[in-house]
């Protein structure tokens, strides 16, 4: 495994200075020596050495790496800023440290329960390591890209969309969870390309159309079922008030069948949908 070498060019400013300036001095000693054809032979020479020279000239922008080669020799990876000279043997690829994001296309797989969902992915990313970026792999953004979707591909076949016990992970009930297991798995794939992954997120994610009607339903029904079972306990714990307050208070003694009629008729008004109709007993509570 090639792993990054940082090496320090020689700073390009007096280079590009005086190379121009003895190029310059060497056409003047042509045209005041042209009756003597050692020295202007030596002259021109000198001037085509100079411009080879000259090409050994690069430029290092902010947050970018130069990765010097030489005859497809790894020489070393140059990150300070600016203008820059080194052998002009060497070839120089730029690699970019900046960060970079992208999101994936939307990805129709499984859950874990078989279901067909839609899911995508933005990742936010940047390379570490110039040297496995440039070597390791062919194409480090398509590696990135094509990783990423494969990771997400596989953590959506996981994980179930909606979860139905509470101790179980689901891609729309966890979602910080979620993005920090794709942000590992992502890590783990791109790791060999000299790439962090920062961050990754799921963007979009919704059941696939063909069954998003009958899961819209059942998500409905879980919600009626959970909204009934939290009125049934809110009722059950005030009739059980009321009759310990009907207790304590000697307002009235009831026996099993009045305290279960009682208990019958709150439990209708409680949990009722519509409002009841009362009936009024002129009576005593025994006709």
């Not at 070393?76 to 960060?99: D, M, Q």
């Not at 990135?144 to 689901?170: G, W």
């Not at 009739?239 to 439990?267: C, G, I, P, T, Y």
């Amino acid at each position: 495994m090639i792993r990054e070498r940082e090496i320090h060019a020689v700073p390009g400013g007096p280079v590009a200075i005086l190379l121009p300036a003895l190029g310059l001095g060497l056409f003047a000693v042509i045209f005041t020596h042209v009756h003597s054809p050692a020295i202007a032979i030596s002259s021109a020479v000198g001037i085509f050495v100079v411009a080879f020279l000259l090409a050994g000239l690069f430029v290092v922008q902010p947050n970018q790496g130069k990765v010097l080669q030489l005859f497809g020799r790894y020489v070393g990876t140059v990150r300070a800023p600016g203008l820059k000279w080194a052998s002009p043997f060497y070839s120089k690829r730029k690699v970019s440290l900046r960060i970079r994001n992208f999101e994936t296309a939307k990805l129709k797989v499984n859950d874990h329960d078989g279901s067909p969902i839609d899911i995508a992915t933005v990742v936010v990313w940047r390379v570490v390591d110039t040297a496995e970026a440039a070597f390791e792999v062919d194409d480090y953004e398509h590696f990135v890209h094509v990783q990423s979707e494969s990771a997400l591909r596989n953590l959506a076949t996981q994980h179930t969309y909606d979860a139905h016990e509470d101790e179980k992970l689901s891609l729309r009930g966890n979602t910080q969870e979620v993005a920090e297991q794709l942000r590992k798995e992502i890590q783990d794939r791109v790791a060999k390309a000299g790439v962090e992954v920062m961050e990754a997120r799921i963007s979009h994610l919704a059941y696939a159309p063909e069954i998003a009607a009958a899961m819209l339903r059942r998500q409905q029904a879980g919600a009626v079922i959970a909204a009934r079972q939290r009125i049934v306990e809110g009722a059950v714990g005030m009739v059980d008030m009321a009759l310990d307050l009907l207790k304590q208070k000697h307002v009235v003694d009831l026996d099993e069948d009045r305290k279960a009629a009682m208990v019958s008729n709150l439990l209708v008004v409680l949990c009722g949908e519509h409002d009841t109709q009362p009936v009024v007993n002129t009576g005593t509570i025994y006709q």
